[in-house]
Nanobody
Framework: QVQLVESGGGLVQAGGSLRLSCAASGRTFRWYAMGWFRQAPGKEREFVAAITGSGGNTYYGESVKGRFTISRDMAKNSVYLQMNSLKPEDTAVYYC????????????????????WGQGTQVTVSS
């Protein structure tokens, strides 16, 4: 069983920054690929970023490339999403997710590529 708890969301003005954290349980955390998704009201859940188990490879959705950075700290069993140059269209509930089965990097951009999800944290960007 894996439990994921997100934190760090809030209200920020356009152009500002936020850092989201996702704390994971589980002794084998270091082997899980991790991802961040977001869902705005009335929209589908959208891929934001992913990082492989080793932390050596990262992937980003087109809308956040160059502005967001995903990272992980093995010692703290945590994954982070640094969000810079935020825009009103970044407003959404942000979820972290864990790929426990190791499906491969090609699956990390899809919701079906993950086995566990956190409860989400709200990010609101005002114009």
């Amino acid at each position: 069983q894996v439990q994921l708890v997100e934190s760090g969301g809030g209200l920020v003005q356009a152009g500002g920054s936020l850092r989201l954290s996702c704390a994971a349980s589980g002794r084998t955390f270091r082997w899980y690929a991790m991802g961040w998704f977001r869902q705005a009201p009335g929209k589908e859940r959208e891929f934001v970023a992913a990082i492989t188990g080793s932390g050596g490879n990262t992937y980003y959705g087109e809308s956040v490339k160059g502005r967001f950075t995903i990272s992980r700290d093995m010692a703290k069993n945590s994954v982070y999403l640094q969000m810079n140059s935020l825009k009103p269209e970044d407003t959404a509930v942000y979820y972290c997710a864990a790929d426990v089965l190791g499906r491969g990097y090609l699956q990390l951009q899809y919701k079906s590529g993950y086995d566990y999800w956190g409860q989400g944290t709200q990010v609101t960007v005002s114009s």
